[in-house]
């Protein structure tokens, strides 16, 4: 049958039969037209060809085109038009040939052949379904689509063409269509069921636009192919290619992701390509996108997981994938706030890893590469991998935990901490890098995390268990702000880092690095502190570095602060203890500890009043010059002292405290200062050493100045063992002073454990050996101890004397001397030998000037009393050469040289005067003599030079000092001239004195005084044969004196008051007015001789309560010469010069001299 030339047939079903004669055949072309029912093929190879020709369904016929095999269907180069119409059709047997298929018609027409025809298809209008749910069902070629092209088979069926157009594109079958080309269509495209996969494995296979996707969509290329359309709908997506799928949009499909092989990237590198569900990844799947975007569902599998792009993915599925993760460029963030958000495996990490949760979540995997790690979720996020990477880590928020109480979980790099940084494993493990920042950290871990880095965080530190170390044998690892240790802190350090934070909790600190740790904080952590290796400074030189408990010490532990701080702890171990502070560490516990104890500055105390039991390690203890070393307690070991050794009260943190003992275990060798004396000056302070005592350097006790004995009040040094050297003892001496009784003041104890030999006593360089039998004792070099200066108490001086009644070796201050008898009236001053008896007392030196003094003053004020012809001249002589004798002025010059001693002590003074007076003649004759009247004005010195003969017996020199005098007076006279040259004088004169005192000691004092005279003379001249005259004198002088109580540097000296009675007899012989060759002059020679009396005896002068002896000799004689001489009438010249020596008493020698000039008119 053939149909042709624009033709148009219809028929209800044409069928084709092969006969005998022939097949069947239709023959449609040339734009004809075919309207049928059906078009089968009976039996027989039935044949129908169409060119250029249209076949239109009357009806909808499932079995519209049937029966044909082979090439029984064939599209000639002019094509078929298949029109559906509106009715569903469907071609069972297969079309092939050279043309083209159009479909055109709203209805559906479904190929369930395997088509072969090569001029491809046109969809015109309506669907074009491949396939019927079977597994056939196929065309060749491209496909210009403005329809729908549909696939429904059970298999998989692979098309291999282009499909173009407008049209769209269904998967209705169950089984799975392959796409190899390059598709083109815009209609998009639907998974109804079944799969739509996309390449086969090569590098083409791919759609455009949308997908709706209610079955499976499946990417299966070897190469990288990007798809930006949308795929939504319930269905599943597989990547099974080896090569790269790039998902542009943001999908929506809810059926999951399967990447069974290569890659599934999300996105390329712009703000879209995402996925919602999980995936199953056995590949790898990428994220690529600038921005940040969430991903909540969970992926699964053997593969990877890539971040490649320069925004931020953030993961908020538990990922359970093991293949590796790899971060090439952004963020991998794992959660979103929430208690979500976590993977597996390692991850290479060249950009950025955040964790960001609100619970608690363990990464076991290990993050390696160049890139960072941040945490900023408010949870916990426990890294439990060993971790490279080489980027810094951020803690924004939260805490990053590394481990989790096994032996793995670290990182490597710097930390910005302004959350928590907690190390939680159970063996050692070193975090090299530095963390800085807010935030805080935590050691929770049982094992040992040991910090390189010098760390510079600000949010403080808690141990909850374990150890945190820092640094490990080098120069580095530090950390700033307090710790809360509940478990131990160490340091391991080879420098001298200094820490100054406030340590707390119940945990413990070790140092054990060979360095130096400083502690510059006040710390209270109660788990006791261990030195294995270096030093561990408390303080750095100012007021705060102090810890609390015991020390297991087997290294240094140092003390520097430079205020007073106590330790109360218990230091044990074989290390060694230094003080370099200038201030004063205070032991108050029962040390251990069996290494040195070196004072190099500042003050160590062992004990306080409340802690006397206190002890110090058993190891030598050495104090450098400057340092001291004190308290209440004991000194276990030997000292060495170059500085100063204070016990008690005499350190100066304890000046208000009361004396105590302080004792040393060993030996002392001492070239420093022994400071027993406290700065209150109360006495009883002890220092007591078992051992032997090298002495050297100075020994210093207050003492009260008593009477000694049972009364002493001293502190006192005591050695048990043997003494020897050299030590100064100076005493800071209170009390007003006495004679001792007994042995004296016991100041150095020696050997009273001891049982003995015989012994010696020896007074020190200062004193006086004396041989006495002993019982045994430890014997001391003689000469150990002496007295560094003069120990000096009111009027009593003390020496240092060795040996007593009770020990042939101690040491005791006296005051005394043996007796000495008086010195011999021809031998003054020259001690006689020593007498058994009661010893005197040794008065220190300025008691001697003291005493004397007085009466060197009585001396002076009766000599500027003078005698009448001494003061103005023979005026009897002078009125009778020139008869009526006016007015005058005079003045006279003198001084006297004083050698005299009353009992023990002497005096050499050297005293001087200047007078000057005015004289009125009241009345004057021949007859009845004359009156006169006057006035004098006096100046004086005085210097004299005092001894204490006795002070000869122990070794010192007798002189003791000097004092020098000025005095001022002013006196008036009145005196009667009778006929025969007889007189009556009376004198009257005030004095004011001051007197300046000076002893070899250095000590002075000065002293104030007034003295109140009066003096009546009267004399007769007797002529003899014409020749001269002898004129008998007497005299009677009265002094009222007072001096002024005084201190000087030792103690106070009383005033003294004295009224002074002295009387003269006496002759004078002259020879009056010897003229001269003119008649003008005449000269008066004369001799004197006088026996003096001092009637009453001195007032008393004590010094600090005791009385001192300081009377001179009371009787003397006085011989004289001088002359006086008249130049003219108005002029007159005296001199004389005079001797004095005692008659018995105490001695007095004088040797006086004066020169005057009256001149009248």
């Known amino acids: 049958m053939t149909v042709s030339d624009n033709a148009v047939a219809n028929a209800n079903t044409v069928t084709l039969t092969t006969n005998a004669v022939g097949r069947g055949t239709l023959n449609l072309s040339s734009g004809s037209t075919l309207g049928t029912q059906a078009l089968t093929a009976g039996p027989g190879q039935a044949q129908a060809n169409f060119d250029s020709a249209t076949v239109r369904a009357a009806a909808s016929n499932p079995a519209f085109i049937t029966g044909f095999t082979g090439t029984g269907l064939n599209i000639a180069t002019g094509g078929l038009t298949l029109d559906t119409g509106v009715f569903d059709v469907t071609a069972a047997s297969p079309f092939s040939g050279t043309g083209a298929l159009t479909k055109i018609g709203a209805g559906t027409a479904t190929l369930t052949g395997d088509n072969t025809y090569l001029g491809g298809t046109t969809i015109s209008a309506g669907t074009l379904q491949l396939g019927n749910g079977g597994t056939s069902g196929s065309i060749v070629g491209n496909v210009t689509n403005n329809g729908t092209l549909s696939f429904d088979r059970a298999d998989t069926a692979t098309y291999g063409g282009t499909i173009a157009g407008s049209g769209a594109v269904n998967q209705v079958g169950t089984g799975t269509t392959v796409l190899t080309g390059n598709n083109t269509y815009t209609g998009g495209t639907t998974i109804a069921a079944g799969t739509l996969q996309l390449g086969n494995g090569g590098t083409s296979g791919s759609i455009v636009g949308n997908v709706t996707n209610n079955g499976a969509l499946s990417f299966d290329r070897s ?225 040992t995390t040991v910090l390189t880095g010098n760390n510079t965080y600000t949010g403080g530190t808690t141990i909850s268990a374990g150890t945190l170390q820092l640094g490990n044998g080098g120069t580095s690892g530090s950390i700033v702000g307090n710790v809360v240790d509940n478990g131990t802190l160490a340091f391991d350090r080879t420098d001298a880092p200094t820490f100054a934070g406030t340590i707390s909790g119940s945990g413990a600190v070790s140092q054990i690095g060979a360095g130096t740790t400083v502690l510059t904080g006040d710390n209270t952590y109660t788990g006791g502190t261990a030195i294995s290796a270096g030093t561990l400074q408390l303080g750095n030189g100012s007021t705060s570095g102090s810890i609390v408990g015991n020390v297991a010490n087997d290294g240094t532990l140092s003390f520097n602060r430079s205020d007073t701080t106590t330790f109360a702890g218990t230091i044990a171990g074989s290390g060694a203890v230094t003080q370099i502070g200038t201030g004063t560490t205070v032991l108050t516990g029962n040390n251990t500890y069996t290494g040195i104890t070196k004072i190099s500055a500042g003050a160590l105390a062992v004990g306080d009043a409340s802690h006397p039991r206190a002890t110090s390690g058993s190891g030598d203890v050495s104090v450098a010059s400057g340092a001291a070393l004190g308290g209440y307690g004991r000194i276990a070991g030997s000292v060495q002292n170059i500085g100063v050794l204070a016990p008690a009260n005499a350190l100066p943190i304890f000046a208000s405290g009361s004396t105590g003992t302080l004792r040393i275990g060993g030996s002392l060798t001492n070239s420093g200062t022994l400071q027993l004396a406290a700065a209150n000056g109360r006495p009883g302070n002890v220092l007591e050493v078992s051992g032997n005592y090298s002495g050297g350097g100075q020994l210093i006790l207050n003492t009260l100045l008593n009477e000694g004995g049972a009364a002493s009040q001293t502190d006192r040094l005591v050695v048990r063992g043997q003494a020897s050297g050299q030590t100064a003892i100076a005493i800071r001496a209170s009390g007003v002073g006495a004679k001792t009784v007994g042995d004296g003041i016991l100041v150095v104890e020696l050997g009273q454990q001891s049982s003995g030999n015989s012994g010696q006593q020896t007074a020190s360089a200062q004193g006086r050996m004396v041989q006495r039998q002993l019982d045994q004792g430890v014997q001391s070099a003689s000469g150990s101890f002496q007295l560094a200066g003069p120990v000096q108490g009111g009027a009593y001086q003390y020496l240092l004397y060795q040996g007593g009644t009770q020990s042939a070796q101690d040491w005791y201050l006296r005051s005394t001397v043996q007796d000495a008898s008086v010195p011999g009236a021809s031998t003054p001053g020259v001690p006689a030998p020593v007498q058994a008896g009661q010893p005197d007392a040794l008065y220190r030196p300025a008691v001697t000037g003291y005493a004397l003094m007085p009466a060197l003053n009585v001396d002076y004020g009766f000599s500027v009393l003078g005698r009448l012809h001494e003061r103005v001249g023979d005026v009897a002589a002078l009125e009778a050469v020139q008869g009526r004798h006016g007015d005058s002025v005079w003045g006279r010059v003198g001084g006297n040289g004083l050698d005299a001693s009353a009992g023990r002590f002497a005096a050499d003074s050297r005293a001087y005067f200047a007078q000057l007076g005015k004289d009125w003649t009241l009345r004057s004759d021949a007859s009845s003599g004359s009156t006169h009247v006057g006035v004098t004005a006096t100046i004086g010195s005085m210097s004299a030079s005092f001894d204490d003969r006795l002070r000869s017996m122990v070794g010192l020199s007798t002189q003791t000092g000097t004092a020098e005098m000025q005095a001022q007076s002013l006196g008036g006279y009145l005196t009667r001239y009778f006929a025969g040259s007889g007189y009556v004088d009376a004198v009257a004169q005030l004095t004011h004195y001051r007197n300046r005192y000076g002893d070899v000691y250095r000590g002075n004092g000065a002293q104030n005084g007034y003295g109140a005279g009066l003096s009546l003379e009267a004399g007769q001249p007797f002529a003899v044969a014409g020749l001269f005259a002898i004129e008998p004198q007497m005299q009677l002088m009265y002094q009222y004196m007072h001096l002024n109580r005084f201190d000087d540097t030792v103690s106070s000296v009383s005033g003294n008051t004295t009224h002074a009675l002295r009387g003269r007899a006496g002759i004078r012989v002259f020879k009056a007015n010897m003229a001269n060759a003119s008649g003008t002059s005449a000269a008066t020679p004369y001799l004197t001789a006088d026996v003096l009396h001092d009637f009453t005896p001195m007032g008393t002068t004590s010094v600090a309560g005791t009385v001192v002896p300081g009377e001179l000799g009371r009787t003397w004689y006085e011989l004289g010469a001088g002359v006086s001489a008249q130049w003219g009438k108005s002029m007159q010249f005296t001199t004389q010069v005079k001797y004095a020596n005692h008659l018995g008493g105490g001695a007095r020698r004088n040797v006086a001299v004066q020169a005057g000039l009256r001149y009248g008119w």
């Not at 090569?243 to 599934?264: D, E, F, K, P």
């Not at 979103?336 to 060249?350: D, E, K, L, P, R």
């Not at 960001?356 to 290990?366: C, F, K, L």
């Not at 975090?431 to 929770?444: D, E, F, R």
């Open 223 to 447: 190469d990288t192919a990007a798809f930006s359309g949308t795929i939504s709908g319930s269905g599943a997506v597989s990547q099974i290619g080896t090569g790269t799928t790039v998902l542009m949009s943001n999908n929506s499909y809810a059926g999951g992701t399967t990447i069974a092989a290569g890659t599934l990237q999300l996105g390329n590198g712009g703000t879209s390509g995402s996925i919602v569900g999980n995936v199953v990844d056995n590949g790898t799947l990428a994220f690529d996108r600038t921005d940040a975007t969430a991903f909540a569902g969970t992926i699964s599998g053997s593969g990877a997981v890539s971040q490649i792009g320069t925004g931020t993915t953030v993961l908020t599925g538990n990922n359970t994938y093991t293949g590796n993760t790899t971060i090439s460029a952004g963020t991998l963030q794992l959660g979103n706030g929430g208690t979500s958000g976590s993977i597996v495996g390692n991850v290479t990490n060249n950009g950025t890893l955040s964790f960001n949760r609100s619970d608690s979540a363990t990464y076991g995997g290990t993050i390696s590469g160049s890139g960072v790690v941040n945490q900023i979720g408010t949870g916990t996020t426990v890294l439990t991998g060993n971790n490279t990477y080489t980027g810094n880590t951020t803690i924004s928020a939260g805490t990053l935990q590394l481990g989790n109480g096994g032996t793995s979980g670290s990182i490597v790099g710097n930390v910005a901490n302004n959350g928590t940084l907690s190390f939680n494993r159970s063996d050692s493990a070193t975090y090299g890098g530095t963390i800085t920042g807010s935030g805080a950290v935590n050691q929770v871990g049982a094992g």
